[in-house]
């Protein structure tokens, strides 16, 4: 009944080759996150939907785009990865934003980037 | 700049005993904080939470403290059990920042039978 999946667990792509990395989730949640988490380092935000509203971070480079067709689905696009993209990425989900109040975040498993 | 910190990477604790794990953070503005907890291949799951107002909020072995004028945070796990070992992440958010969650770096409990 695992309720924020992802795919695959691990993806290995070739430096500059386009990857997607793919979320689903089962919980009707409005709002889907996609963070980064390198080795030994705290996960840090790259972008959430609120609904069908894209909110990037500042800091997010322009190489990762994101896009959601519906309510259940999520995807991560990662144009040109470089050899500093290899980490783990792990979609999350929550009714509200984080922050109202204590809404808490569903993770999903993480999908491991290796970047050759 | 990194809002909340979690300066011990790892700690090694006896089961039976007290597991202290510790977190400190810079923005003032912080008004929510959340402890997860992550084991090997799978993500982070929400354990405990407190809300600005608070001192403390206690929920079974897990309690949390907050000390918001030395902004800083700890997580007691009494007793400890094989079973807590794990990651265990940091977080806060502000409300009027867009909410959005900042996590520190995470500490690796490893409880000792």
């Known amino acids: 009944d695992a309720m924020v999946i992802q795919n695959p667990r691990y993806q290995v792509t070739q430096f500059g080759k386009p990857v997607t990395l793919s979320c689903s989730q089962t919980?009707?949640?409005?709002?889907m996150y996609w963070y980064q988490q390198k080795s030994s380092q705290a996960p840090k935000l790259l972008f959430h939907y609120y609904d069908k509203d894209f909110n990037n971070e500042a800091d997010t480079p322009d190489n990762f785009q994101s896009r959601r067709p519906n309510t259940s689905f999520c995807f991560l696009d990662i144009r040109s990865p470089g050899l500093g993209d290899a980490a783990m990425y792990l979609c999350?989900?929550?009714?509200?934003?984080?922050?109202?109040?204590?809404?808490?975040?569903?993770f999903g498993s993480g999908t491991q980037l290796s970047v050759l | 700049d990194q809002q909340v910190k979690q300066n011990s990477p790892s700690l090694s604790v006896q089961e039976g005993r007290i597991s202290i794990l510790n977190c400190d953070y810079t923005?003032?503005?912080?008004?929510?904080f959340l402890w997860y907890k992550k084991y090997p291949a799978e993500g982070p799951t929400f354990l405990i939470s407190i809300s600005s107002i608070k001192d403390k909020n206690e929920d079974g072995r897990f309690t949390v403290f907050l000390n918001k004028s030395a902004k800083h945070l700890s997580l007691h796990i009494v007793p400890s059990q094989p079973g807590d070992s794990a990651v265990y992440f940091c977080?806060?958010?502000?409300?009027?920042?867009?909410?959005?969650?900042?996590f520190g770096q995470g500490t690796e409990l490893s409880v000792k039978p």
């Open positions: 919980l009707n949640h409005n709002v």
């Open positions: 977080a806060a958010s502000a409300y009027n920042q867009g909410g959005k969650l900042i």
């Open positions: 923005n003032s503005m912080f008004d929510y």
């Open positions: 999350a989900t929550s009714r509200r934003l984080s922050g109202t109040g204590d809404e808490k975040l569903f």
